[in-house]
């Protein structure tokens, strides 16, 4: 048995506004040997609203802090 649907979310918008930046999942394929998910696309890539990456040189290496 489904829920509700809330314009193609499954949670109401109003009552949970941080639902409409979470990509939606639009469709799921199965085969033999792939698993492939289908989210909508989205205006910047997860790992940039997840974490930061700062780049510096040092001594003449490239050091990253996450």
């Known amino acids: 048995m489904q829920?509700?649907?809330?314009?193609?979310?499954?949670?109401?918008?109003?009552?949970?506004?941080?639902?409409?930046?979470?990509?939606?999942?639009?469709?799921v394929f199965e085969e033999p040997k792939d698993f492939w998910l289908v989210y909508e696309v989205g205006s910047l890539p997860m790992s940039k609203h997840l974490f930061e990456v700062k780049g510096e040189t040092y001594k003449g290496e490239r050091i990253y802090s996450v």
């Not at 979310?9 to 506004?17: E, G, N, R």
């Open 3 to 27: 829920g509700p649907k809330y314009n193609g979310y499954a949670l109401d918008q109003i009552k949970y506004p941080g639902i409409k930046m979470i990509a939606k999942l639009l469709e």
